[in-house]
Structure formats: C-alpha cells, structure tokens
C-alpha cells in the first residue's frame, strides 16, 4: 500500500560540541560555558551540547547530571543527549531521559581497543622472525589494507555559503574559493582553503592530532583540530586577514602566519 509520509527522516552529518567533564564541579563548568557563550554567541548560544561523563571515574548520580544540565542550559547553550555508553551512563540517560550518541561511544571504543595491540604486535617482530621471512615481504602484504583505504584528497571548486557544511571523511579536503560566514568545511584529514575563510574549518575531526588547516585569508569564526578549537575573539589581530597555517603542539593550538 503506498501513502505519502508527513515527515522525511535523513541521516546525516551534524555539527554538535561535545562537552567533555574532567571535573564534576556543576558551578565552574556552568561558569566557563557562560563565557564561551559570552566570548561568541554567534557561535555557542543556543548550540547544541553533547555531554560526555566518559572521562569520570564514577558516573554521576541522577540529581547532579539534572543540575549540570540546568546550569548549561542557564549558561545559555542546550544539552541534547550523552556520550560514551557504558552500561551506568545508559541508565543515566534513560532516568534523564535524554539519547546516547553512539558516535561518541563508537570513537572512544576505537581509541581503547587499537592503542594495546602496537607495541605487542611490532616489538616482538625483529628477534622472532627469521630473515628468509623478509623475502616474502610480510611487512608490505600487511600494509597494503591500509593503503588501499586511503582516499585521494577531496576538492571544493565551487563557495561554501552560508549554512552550508562540506565534510571530507577519512581525507583531506581543499577549498579552492570561499568559505563564507555562517558555513563549515570539516575533514578527517588536513584543510587547505585558497581562498578567504570566513565560517568554520575543523580539521583531524576523528582525532587526528597531525592535521592542519591552511587558509589564505583568514577571518574565522572558529578552527578546530582534532577538537582542540579558538574562536575569531581569541585569535591576535595581527593575523586577521593574512595567510595562515594551524597546527596541534603539546595539546595547544597554534596559529602562525605563513611566509
């Protein structure tokens, strides 16, 4: 029996903060969202917040996860679900009766699982295996997955408008005119925009610590790498306007003119 539906339901790629709680003290972190709000409502009033309790050694109890996110939505930007879960944060997000996003959840089980196995896999492999071994090029035949997974780098002729998101998954993504206010281009890998940056440019948006973000005139209203972010109101004067390049260091983003 075919009908027309009255609602269309589309999975897709959305842009939402994830607050990560290293210390559950409901006052400082309704304090320090209030001045990310203050600093840029453009960008973080009314915004939607994922709220991640997976960096706590214990799970907060019902009442305490209430009052942070009463204090976050005073502070002026919306809790819409939790992140990360384990079997106690699921339960939480059923008594508070808010969603779990398995994209949070997903990604932190990726990181736990892959970090043990590298020193046990490659240390071993030198003293063990004997050299006629070599010959049948081991090494390569376990690298060749790898790369036939990576993608060649993903380009944008036409502007990026307002409103618009452009999103390069697993590569990196060049923009060859502008990213306009209010619009956002996000890779996997690094972001290289040659033409005038005026929205958002999130580059190593899974994690990747190495990405980079190049622009050649910058006016941003955010970059972020590897979720590590500043906003247009935290950047020097000084480089409004001029060739940049941003980078990760020690945990710290870095913005620095390009010769």
């Not at 618009?164 to 306009?180: K, P």
């Amino acid at each position: 029996m075919d009908f027309e539906l009255a609602g269309e339901l589309k999975i897709g790629q959305v842009g939402i903060a994830n607050l990560r709680i290293r210390t559950l003290d409901v006052a400082k972190l309704t304090e320090e969202m209030r001045g990310r709000v203050q600093r840029a409502p453009k960008l973080f009033a009314r915004a939607a917040v994922v709220i991640d309790f997976g960096g706590l050694t214990r799970t907060p109890d019902e009442a305490t996860a209430r009052a942070l996110i009463d204090g976050l939505r005073q502070a002026g930007v919306l809790p819409v679900a939790l992140a990360y879960g384990t079997t106690e944060i699921e339960k939480l997000s059923e008594a508070l009766g808010l969603p779990l996003l398995a994209k949070f959840r997903a990604s932190y089980e990726r990181d736990e699982q892959a970090a043990p196995p590298a020193p046990s896999i490659r240390e071993p492999e030198p003293a063990t295996v004997p050299a006629p071994k070599v010959a049948k090029a081991a090494p390569a035949a376990a690298a060749a997955p790898a790369a036939s997974n990576v993608a060649p780098g993903m380009i944008q002729s036409a502007p990026v408008r307002s409103g618009q998101q452009i999103y390069a998954e697993n590569r990196d993504l060049t923009v060859l005119t502008t990213v306009g206010a209010g619009a956002e281009v996000i890779s996997d890998g690094s972001v290289h925009i040659y033409g005038p940056l005026r929205g958002r440019a999130l580059a190593g948006a899974k994690g990747n610590e190495q990405a980079r973000i190049f622009c050649r005139e910058f006016h941003a209203e955010l970059v972020a790498i590897a979720g590590h972010y500043k906003v247009m109101e935290e950047i020097p004067k000084e480089l409004r306007g001029k060739a940049v390049q941003i980078w990760l260091e020690d945990q710290q983003l870095k913005i620095a003119a390009l010769d």
